[in-house]
């Protein structure tokens, strides 16, 4: 069975930092590319961030490049999202997500990022 659960969400004051995870089971994560999306209520779902399977080459949206760093750790099936100086407009429900060329991508249920004062 494959899951992907992401943890790590919660208050933080503007300013501050949180790290997200996301744990997979239930196919080889290794051989799949991970992202961080987000989605702000009444707005679409955006990606935030990329991180290839071979490599680990990593993409970011321009509103995140230089605050959120993502990496994975292939020995223990997670992917993370370092977020820092983090805004009000970064609130969001975060969630990652698995994709390989002629598979089926998996999403994880998603977690709460809210940054207020």
């Known amino acids: 069975q494959v899951q992907l659960v992401e943890s790590g969400g919660g208050l933080v004051q503007p300013g501050g930092s949180l790290r997200l995870s996301c744990a997979a089971s239930?196919?080889?994560?290794?051989?799949?590319?991970m992202s961080w999306y987000r989605q702000a209520p009444g707005k679409e779902r955006e990606l935030v961030a990329t991180?290839?399977?071979?490599?680990?080459?990593?993409n970011y949206a321009d509103s995140v490049k230089g605050r959120f760093t993502i990496s994975r750790d292939n020995a223990k099936n997670t992917v993370y999202l370092q977020m820092t100086s983090l805004k009000p407009e970064d609130t969001a429900v975060y969630y990652c997500?698995?994709?390989?060329?002629?598979?089926?991508?998996?999403w994880g249920q998603g977690t709460q990022v809210t940054v207020s004062s």
């Open positions: 239930g196919f080889t994560f290794s051989t799949y590319a």
């Open positions: 997500r698995a994709q390989r060329l002629r598979s089926r991508d998996y």
């Open positions: 991180i290839t399977a071979v490599g680990g080459s990593t």
